[in-house]
């Protein structure tokens, strides 16, 4: 879910369509062995990060030569697509998660012994077969805020429901900070979605199969959030300007203190530890749920940093060995979880104040489930994040939550 660069890329060699089981890289098993590997490229995972992060293994392994590619085009989705269509796809992609488009061109690792007990490996399977493996989770429905805001707010206690959630930013408009941060990009979608998981997860627990079945409407569920969500623009909670500010700038914002909360995923906490000019401790707590609703609720959760393998990959055996490496190693693991604020039981590295606040919150969730688009079988029809992102921010140019609702249903009937 971290904001893409859109980074130049440059050609590289190996990988291709070739249609055998094992190597067939430059010089076979003995000689140059090529491995590319479509990465997301983010302020946190830069492309040096990767290219020390798989240094070991091409060291541990002589003759193979691990090509990070960055992007070309709006994203690791993106990206593959085209270089599907010019067949000239990686061996690895990472990021992305199987759809039913996707998995009949990935490797299935359902057999592979290394992939049992890596995280959410079971909620990401598509019809109980395996295609990718992650790193660790990123927890979605987190709120950071920022503790000196609160104090002189006079809120004692953090906000459980979504009624004391917006008691809170009334308090704090008046003790003169913006009380919730957003940007536009694919922020302000996002945010509504991490906001409304923990209770939209209790109101409706096979939200997805009614949703695919028809017997539900995306629209029709999320109307009371879209309806509160606009309160909150109306008066004054969140910037009426937000959509002006792109995706970093509205970290910025909340970290350089004129805001008082932000909504967004774990890997934030990556952004904040570097935050070296930053005067005020941040804290975060879970979502809030609908009133009457158990709290804390369920979790967001995505599977952090998968990787999938290119059934046609001309490197297959190697590009198998390299994901077991990211996925099992414990220096490999432990730099991932790392560098993009991700979390894995079992995997133990220090933990900032902030990260552990979000590892006790993951601990005391009743149960991990997905969001928007969703993974596994849990899934609305692809390009529903960019289309609820984009009706979203209607909201901010004057449509209103029932012209929300209904356009988003719309987009789902019409991509069923």
Not at 193 to 211: E, F, G, I, M, N
Request: net charge negative; with cysteine; aromatic share 8%.
């Amino acid at each position: 879910m971290t904001a893409t660069l859109l980074l130049g890329l440059t050609a590289c060699g190996g990988g291709g369509f070739s249609d055998g089981d094992g190597d067939s890289g430059k010089g076979g098993d003995g000689g140059d062995r090529t491995v590319r590997v479509l990465v997301n490229i983010t302020p946190n995972l830069t492309k040096t990060f990767w290219n020390d992060l798989v240094a070991p293994f091409e060291k541990a392994h002589p003759g193979v030569d691990v090509k990070i590619e960055a992007p070309t085009g709006k994203g690791v989705a993106d990206t593959l697509q085209q270089q599907l269509a010019a067949g000239d796809a990686p061996d690895v992609v990472e990021t992305l998660l199987p759809d039913k488009t996707l998995a009949p061109q990935m490797l299935d690792l359902t057999d592979e012994p290394w992939t049992k007990g890596t995280p959410l490996v079971e909620e990401a399977s598509l019809d109980g077969r395996v295609y990718a493996v992650g790193v660790g989770e990123q927890a979605q429905s987190l709120v950071f805020y920022n503790k000196d805001a609160f104090r002189e707010a006079g809120i004692d206690e953090l906000p459980r429901t979504t009624g004391e959630f917006t008691a809170a930013m009334g308090k704090l408009k008046r003790a003169g900070y913006l009380p919730l941060q957003t940007a536009g990009d694919f922020t302000t979608g996002l945010q509504l979605l991490q906001l409304t998981d923990p209770s939209l997860a209790q109101r409706h627990p096979d939200w997805y199969q009614k949703v695919q079945a028809g017997d539900l409407t995306v629209g029709e569920t999320m109307r009371p959030y879209l309806k509160q969500y606009k309160t909150w623009i109306d008066r004054g909670y969140i910037d009426k300007n937000a959509l002006g500010l792109k995706y970093a700038d509205g970290e910025t914002s909340f970290l350089s203190g004129k805001s008082a909360m932000y909504v967004m995923g774990s890997w934030f906490t990556a952004t904040e530890a570097a935050a070296d000019d930053k005067d005020f401790e941040v804290g975060a707590f879970p979502a809030p749920v609908d009133k009457g609703q158990k709290a804390p609720g369920p979790q967001g959760a995505t599977l952090a940093a998968p990787y999938m393998i290119l059934k046609k990959s001309g490197s297959k055996d190697t590009a198998r060995e390299l994901v077991e490496w990211l996925v099992t190693d414990k220096k490999a693991v432990t730099a991932q979880l790392k560098q993009d604020g991700n979390f894995r039981g079992g995997f133990d590295r220090d933990l900032s104040p902030l990260e552990r606040d979000v590892q006790k919150i993951l601990d005391d969730a009743s149960a991990r489930v997905a969001q928007g688009e969703g993974y596994g079988d849990d899934t609305l029809p692809k390009g529903f994040n960019t289309a609820w992102n984009t009706e979203v921010q209607g909201l901010y140019t004057g449509r209103s939550p029932d012209d929300v609702a209904k356009a988003v249903d719309r987009w789902v009937e019409a991509h069923r």
